[in-house]
């Protein structure tokens, strides 16, 4: 038995799906920045999440970094998605995946939860009539959301067999957008908004908005999109430019999960909807 040499890369050889997989995981360190408003919305001191928050991202740079550099030059091209399947101790390995599932629950409980409240809150309450929270019919539809929503996460849970390939396309589609495409197109939406409402006057009697003009006007646009100067109106583009980068990206990462889906699908033993164990 003559082992492979252990090779290290500063930039993966392949084809352009292979080159670009690791982006899909990278995100993850930095994932749900969207949320985090939500979450310190749902606090007494919302300075206090803030600064924790901070001194955590801190924490996991200088972690991730020191760890992901030391197991790579280690183990090179045969590191692991999941790091701690690649530990020789069976104990330690079950003792790592114990610790993996208990955060992964925390984690999708929290997320699950305040994600489901916003979107019920401020799209279905707000924008298609939906009962509010507070109210009987609320509580039984926001129960029948959160139904759905860990019945479509079973689904793609265990319609993909393999891990990475599922990491790939969660870290895609989702925590990509959530971290870096929506809060830029958020932050130019609003800097918008917020310039194109400066002409409109806002009644205190009737408590309603008067609008100067509406979007199908020019004058509405111009200011939304010129107001403030040189100064603003740069951070409005750099936010749309970083908002396009960030769809590009996304773009790139999903045809990647897409690809290393397809091919989990034809070289994977391990079939989908099914506890049989492909070792067995």
């Known amino acids: 038995y003559i082992p492979l040499p252990i090779k290290q890369y500063a930039i993966v050889p392949g084809n352009i799906s292979d080159k670009i997989a690791g982006m899909n995981n990278m995100v993850f360190a930095w994932g749900g920045a969207t949320i985090f408003c939500e979450v310190m919305a749902e606090m007494k001191r919302p300075m206090d999440f803030w600064k924790g928050m901070l001194c955590a991202q801190s924490l996991i740079l200088v972690v991730y970094l020191f760890y992901g550099l030391f197991v790579y030059a280690y183990n090179g091209q045969f590191s692991y998605v999941t790091a701690n399947m690649a530990i020789g101790?069976?104990?330690?390995?079950?003792?790592?995946?114990?610790?993996?599932?208990?955060?992964?629950?925390?984690?999708?409980?929290?997320?699950?939860?305040?994600?489901?409240?916003?979107?019920?809150?401020?799209?279905?309450?707000?924008?298609?009539?939906?009962?509010?929270?507070?109210?009987?019919?609320?509580?039984?539809?926001w129960?029948?959301?959160?139904?759905?929503?860990?019945?479509?996460?079973?689904?793609?849970?265990?319609?993909?067999?393999?891990?990475?390939?599922?990491?790939?396309?969660?870290?895609?589609?989702?925590?990509?957008?959530?971290?870096?495409?929506?809060?830029?197109?958020?932050?130019?939406?609003?800097?918008?908004?917020?310039?194109?409402?400066?002409?409109?006057?806002?009644?205190?009697?009737?408590?309603?908005?008067?609008?100067?003009?509406?979007?199908?006007?020019?004058?509405?646009?111009?200011?939304a999109l010129g107001y403030g100067g040189i100064y603003r109106t740069s951070i409005k583009v750099s936010l749309f430019l970083l908002f396009l980068a960030s769809l590009a990206t996304c773009g790139l990462c999903s045809y990647s999960a897409i690809s290393g889906a397809i091919a989990a699908y034809q070289t994977n033993p391990a079939q989908p909807f099914t506890c049989t164990s492909p070792v067995a």
Do not use: H
């Open 89 to 141: 101790s069976i104990g330690l390995q079950n003792a790592g995946n114990v610790l993996s599932i208990i955060s992964g629950i925390i984690a999708m409980v929290l997320y699950g939860n305040i994600g489901i409240k916003v979107v019920y809150q401020g799209f279905l309450v707000t924008d298609f009539n939906f009962p509010s929270l507070t109210s009987r019919k609320g509580t039984f539809a």
């Open 143 to 223: 129960g029948g959301f959160v139904i759905l929503y860990w019945a479509v996460a079973y689904i793609l849970g265990t319609a993909i067999p393999s891990i990475s390939a599922l990491v790939g396309i969660v870290g895609a589609f989702c925590i990509l957008n959530f971290s870096y495409t929506f809060p830029f197109l958020f932050g130019f939406c609003l800097l918008c908004r917020q310039d194109a409402a400066l002409a409109d006057n806002f009644d205190a009697k009737t408590l309603t908005v008067e609008k100067a003009d509406s979007y199908r006007e020019w004058s509405r646009w111009k200011r």
